[in-house]
Each structure stands twice: as C-alpha cells, then as structure tokens.
C-alpha cells in the first residue's frame, strides 16, 4: 500500500512551524506496513489544494492529511474537498453537536465559525475528534482512500489512534518491522562503521540512521514473508547490532535517555543530587521531565556564582582562587558537597564555559568539567563541546547523565567516550 502524507498550512510553507506531523504519521504508517513513497506540503490556498488532491488521487492509495480543518478563514480544507469531489458542503449534525457540547464544556457558546468545523464533505465519513473540536474525515478521491486530520499534533494523533489505523490495519499485508535502536556517546560516524556490512549479510535488511545531537538512531528495518517473520528477524538482526554498539545503545524508540538514567538509579535503589553551573538547571530539568523522578533525586542546586557555589555547596574561597570556577578541583568540591548536604548516593556537578563569550586559550568556550561523587570516589571529565550555547549545555547534560548510568550500571567509562581525559581524584 502505497500512502502520500499531504500537508496543508501556510505556515508551513513560510517555515514558521516544523512539521512534526509529517514525521510522525510516517513512523505510524511504517509501523502498519504501508510504504510512505512522498510527503508534499501545500499553503491554504483553495485552488492549488483542489489542483493537488486531483493530480495526487490516482498516484497512490492513500492519502492521509493534516491542517486546514479549523475554524478561521484561512481553514480551507474542506471546502476544497469537495470542490475536488463536485460536491456541497453538508452539517455534520453529530459533529455539530460534539462540538456545541465541547465549547459548554468550557463555558463558552458555539459561534457560527466553531459550526463551520461541522461541515463536511457530502458523503464524508466523519472521524470524531476525541481531544479537541474539529472532525477529520475520510473520501473515496479517485481511485485512492483520502483522510483528513486536524493539524494540531494531540488532535490528529488521536483520531489516527482511534479511527484510521483500525480502517488501515486490515488492508495491509504487513510484511516489514522496524526496531529503532538509541544511542548516545558515539558519532554517528562510528555508529556507522561499527554497523559496516549488515545490510549484505542480512537479506531484506534496510540500516537507517537519524543524528539527533546528542543522540544518534539506528532504524534496523527488515522485509520478509510476513510480519510475524520480519518481526523475528529484525530482533534478532537487533541484538547483533546491540553487540556492536555496546553500551552506548542505552534504549529502544520509547526510551527516553533521563528515563533509562533513573531506572538505572532504581534498580540500585540509589538517590542522586545535582550540583550544576553553566548548565543553569537543566539536568535537572530533564530528570524532572520523568514521572516518579522524586524517588531517586534528592536535591538540584543551580550555583552560577562562585558565591553560591561557597554558601550552599562548601567550594573554599582558596580552593576557586587557586584553580578557578572552570577546573577539576572545583567541579570535584561541588559534587561532594552537594552529595554531603543531600546525603545521597551519587552526586554529579557540572561547571564551565558555554559560551559565546568568556572563553581563553587555555579554557576555550565549549570546556566543560563535569564530577561524579560517591561514597568510594569521584570521577571527574573534562570535556570540550561544539556549537551553540544550547547544544553545548545539552551535550554536557548528557554526559552527566550518562556517568550517573554508567556507575549505576556498573558500566566501564572508556577513553573513547571521555573525549580529553579522566583522572580518579581520592576523596580527601
């Protein structure tokens, strides 16, 4: 089955919103078995929609749509529909009535513009929208079935869940799966290499990678007989890949990295606290992000100044004077004070440069030193970042994380992933 992913919105076409809809109905698609050959986006322009949906119908034999269903003038979606089709506009009444009842809901009045998201094509069927206002719905357009979905992500999302993947799933002939393999610690370069080789030694095999800094995604895709046999073969093809990679593969597609950081840190039963200066909290933040987060973090301590880093953490004066706020002496001292006053199990400081200024020659912007604290020692990096200030912010988070992962996991730290030097400081 052959689907095109069309999407409608001016502000698409001017780059003022990124289109994550189109990238996850493909994953969605993908994962049914159907093969997405194109995604095309159009403005909110009545005549050229109406030209595309034409020209698109006998192409494919899906097309699945997102945008242009809401209530305000430059929502034309519909009513090109069934300008495309040769026929009227017609109230939905049970659409109409959902949507007066959602409007009440929120102690509002329906207006005539929130009706107007009840009018569908004749002939339609009407996708109830079980989150928000606007119905998608389906249309036989040519020779192909065409669905079409609100463009708010949560909305279109839903009724894809709810209504066109159970209309979908039975047509296809599922003969592919896709296992998605997340990684963090390597370039996507070695990723590659590490990977050299699969796709001759496994038939049907598709290898696809997405750098996402500082993350990189290996998709193992593999076609077979059925489902049931692509399915065994890529877990299997999986776990070969899983040896290669090592334990820089810290999960599969629905693992965030924070999560898998605490699951570490609760299967050990351990607590952690968080110490952190140029990074301004957002360890913290992405620790934060994980539902039950408060099982294992103890405290988050954001010391930008060397004031706070001296009152609430206990870094000497002596001790910043000598070697400054950017070294390993006082990335080490931040940590354990931080696991001293949160008595936990592991605490993890970060200190240094993010930029754009405030660099020198001997410690350029992108140096950050980054310690982690236990009751036998700490372990402290001195790493050097790339990019922008949020990138490097972002990458000194992970690599924070990931020593909290790897000690809790009893995984090895290897030159390879410390890209300057580590030294193992005894705890005084």
């Not at 030209?51 to 929502?75: F, H, K, Q, W, Y």
């Not at 569908?120 to 996708?127: D, S, T």
């Not at 046999?229 to 890529?234: D, F, K, L, P, Y």
């Amino acid at each position: 089955m052959k689907v095109l992913v069309l999407s409608i919105g001016t502000e698409l076409t001017r780059g003022e919103l990124v289109n994550t809809n189109a990238t996850w109905l493909s994953e969605q698609l993908t994962e049914l078995g159907a093969e997405v050959v194109e995604h095309r986006t159009i403005a909110d322009d009545q005549p050229r929609i109406v030209e595309e949906l034409r020209e698109l119908a006998g192409r494919v034999d899906v097309i699945v749509s997102t945008g242009g269903l809401g209530p305000t003038t430059d929502d034309l979606t519909s009513a090109s529909v069934a300008e495309a089709l040769g026929v009227e506009l017609r109230t939905h009444l049970p659409s109409l009535e959902a949507i007066r009842r959602r409007y009440e809901a929120r102690g509002r009045a329906m207006t005539p513009a929130g009706a107007r998201m009840a009018e569908l094509p004749e002939g339609a069927i009407a996708l109830p929208n079980p989150v928000g206002t606007a119905p998608g719905f389906e249309v036989a357009l040519g020779g192909c079935v065409a669905f079409f979905l609100p463009g708010v992500p949560r909305e279109m999302q839903a009724i894809f869940r709810e209504s066109i993947a159970s209309r979908l799933a039975p047509k296809l002939a599922r003969t592919t799966h896709q296992i998605h393999l997340r990684t963090f610690g390597l370039p996507e370069s070695e990723v590659g290499e590490r990977l050299r080789g699969f796709e001759e030694r496994h038939a049907g095999l598709t290898v696809g990678y997405r750098a996402s800094t500082p993350e990189v995604e290996v998709k193992i895709h593999v076609r077979d007989v059925d489902g049931a046999s692509a399915e065994r073969r890529a877990r299997s093809i999986a776990e070969e890949a899983r040896t290669a990679l090592g334990d820089f593969v810290f999960g599969e597609r629905e693992d965030g990295f924070a999560a898998v950081v605490g699951e570490a840190l609760r299967s050990r039963g351990w607590s952690l606290a968080l110490a952190e200066s140029c990074t301004g909290g957002l360890v913290g933040q992405l620790v934060t992000a994980v539902a039950g987060s408060s099982d294992y973090l103890l405290l988050g301590a954001v010391t930008y100044s060397n004031g706070a880093k001296t009152s609430m953490l206990g870094v000497s004066q002596e001790l910043l004077r000598a070697y400054g706020a950017v070294s390993a002496e006082c990335a080490v001292a931040m940590a354990e004070g931080a696991r001293r006053l949160a008595d936990s199990d592991l605490a993890v400081s970060l200190t240094g440069i993010a930029g754009p200024g405030g660099g020198s020659e001997t410690k350029p912007v992108g140096t950050v030193w980054i310690a982690l604290s236990s009751a036998s020692e700490t372990v402290v990096t001195r790493q050097h970042f790339g990019g922008d200030r949020d990138l490097v912010r972002l990458q000194a988070a992970y690599v924070a994380l990931d020593l909290v992962r790897r000690a809790a996991l009893r995984l090895e730290v290897r030159e390879t992933w410390t890209t300057k030097e580590i030294q193992r400081l005894a705890r005084s």
